[in-house]
């Protein structure tokens, strides 16, 4: 399919597309049900899924492990252009914030000073302005309704606005990675009372069983209509449509919503093509596969989508950072790590848009728990194997709940600690071979202290977590594999603390709910 066929601009009245009430769009009601049976999975109640497939993932090139991604949700980040707020409302939790491409522009450097490599783009293509459907209310903020695949969302800018935004992404340095949307559209898309068209979706009606992969790939995710990726007219117009943002707009990467909700047939096919296609070798393309069990989500990186979400640790991070569970739980999901053929291609998340703020579901039995319990999470996600995303926010305290709640306003500046403690944690990694490439050995486990190293030939890193609230010791000893010499100092790089060496262990006094991101004091020649 030439794509100039498709490259059409689509009248822009607002008229809600005629739908039969049984898929009526319930979005609300979706992410909560999303998340749910995500953590349910998390468990050990795995979902009925097909039997894993042989296929091996080639390797990614090697920017891809030394990222980190920041993810400021466009219409809510920063108002660079009052022109374009049409219908703004801050009042309304799930309305138009006035957050655009021009406002993410201006605090570039701000998200580099952050330490991030990389910056996830929340999807630009042109989405349904609102709907109503029983209690709720809802705008197209985020992105993910479309409603014309070849038109900029006019609240967020214009194409020459996105453009910019690239270009002066990569004169900082940073790569930008584009949030796609290919499984469905918004509930007003022109093609859905196209007749020509009825074939492009399922057409199947909503998703009432999680555990029916039938249901899941062709069922309307939240009621929005679900397109038939098997059928090729719907294929081509797809890839044509993505290779067209990549080439318009400059980006880096790709970000695959909703991954699980289209069959893997496409994604054997479509990742090796659109790489190919977009002419870049090195394009990053990175899946949401939102479950949580390690086996349903490596069976997606055997089937082409090599960088995926790491939704099981989330949950296992949530429940003893956030919730104060026993470290043991860490060494367990750690454990399934043979699960995935390339563990280092997961994506570890805090927080995210779809999920609750994680200071909204720590724990504080007193003052200023919730923030330790934070920053130790936040270090664990900057040294554990695979590639951190940090969510806006994260770094000024948000601690919004359940979506809508969980995308607030961005306020820059305003937790000047939690910032810091960041870019401690960034710079660390940015810095060390060993934090992005090395090889992860665990070194001890118990229900209050975690600890593993990251090493490679020419570097060590020991990182080691403290679930107890109270000062504890530990004599722990390192591994066989280790190369650190009798005497020899490490300093962790957050407090400046010094611990030395002796017949093989670490003696460490370790302060409440604080981690320590150890490197030797005097690096190897």
Do not use: C
Not at 500 to 511: F, G, K, M, W
């Amino acid at each position: 399919m030439n794509i100039n066929t498709h490259h059409t601009r689509i009248n822009r009245a607002r008229t809600p597309a005629k739908r039969s009430p049984s898929v009526t769009p319930d979005l609300a009601k979706s992410t909560r049900v999303l998340e749910d049976t995500a953590q349910l999975s998390s468990t050990g109640q795995a979902a009925k899924t097909e039997p894993p497939s042989t296929q091996k993932t080639a390797s990614a090139p090697v920017w891809h492990k030394e990222q980190v991604i920041y993810f400021p949700l466009t219409d809510r980040f920063s108002d660079g252009d009052p022109t374009n707020n049409f219908a703004v409302d801050r009042n309304h939790p799930a309305g138009f914030w006035g957050g655009d491409l021009k406002g993410l522009t201006e605090k570039l450097d701000y998200i580099k000073s952050l330490g991030a490599t990389s910056i996830w783009l929340s999807p630009l293509a042109d989405n349904t302005e609102q709907f109503r459907v029983g209690d709720y209310h809802g705008y197209g903020h985020h992105g993910y309704w479309i409603r014309d695949h070849y038109e900029v969302e006019e609240h967020q800018g214009q194409m020459d606005d996105a453009k910019r935004l690239v270009k002066e992404a990569h004169d900082r340095g940073l790569k930008v990675i584009l949030d796609v949307v290919l499984n469905h559209v918004g509930p007003d898309h022109p093609f859905i009372n196209d007749p020509n068209k009825e074939s492009w979706f399922h057409n199947e009606g909503g998703i009432d069983d999680w555990n029916d992969q039938r249901q899941v790939e062709r069922g309307d995710l939240g009621g929005l209509p679900d397109l038939a990726q098997e059928n090729r007219e719907t294929y081509n117009y797809l890839m044509d449509n993505t290779l067209w943002w990549i080439k318009e707009t400059g980006v880096d990467g790709i970000r695959l919503d909703a991954v699980k909700h289209i069959g893997k047939d496409f994604w054997r096919e479509f990742v090796p093509e659109v790489k190919e296609r977009s002419g870049k070798d090195d394009l990053f393309v990175m899946g949401e596969v939102f479950h949580g069990d390690p086996n349903v989500v490596a069976d997606y990186q055997r089937n082409g989508v090599e960088t995926l979400f790491d939704l099981p640790l989330y949950y296992t991070m949530r429940e003893t950072f956030g919730q104060g569970q026993s470290f043991r739980k860490l060494g367990e999901r750690l454990d399934q790590d043979s699960a995935y053929p390339n563990p280092d291609g997961l994506v570890t998340v805090l927080d995210n848009h779809d999920l609750p703020r994680f200071l909204s579901t720590a724990r504080e039995t007193f003052a200023g728990e919730g923030d330790k319990r934070l920053k130790q999470a936040m270090a664990f996600q900057m040294t554990v194997r695979g590639i951190p995303s940090v969510y806006y926010g994260t770094e000024a305290g948000f601690d919004g709940g359940h979506d809508p709640y969980n995308r607030e306003m961005m306020e820059f500046d305003t937790r000047p600690d939690l910032k810091q403690h960041m870019q401690k944690l960034t710079y660390a990694r940015n810095h060390s071979d060993a934090l992005r490439h090395g090889e992860q050995r665990e070194m001890w486990r118990d229900d209050d202290v975690y600890a593993f190293s990251r090493s490679t030939d020419s570097e060590e890193a020991i990182a080691v977590f403290h679930n107890g609230t109270a000062q504890g010791h530990r004599r722990i000893p390192l591994r066989d594999e280790s190369r650190l010499r009798e005497g020899e100092i490490l300093v962790d790089a957050l407090s400046g603390r010094e611990f030395q060496v002796e017949d093989r262990h670490l003696n460490l006094e370790l302060e409440g709910l604080t981690p320590l991101v150890l490197f030797p004091k005097t690096p190897k020649s």
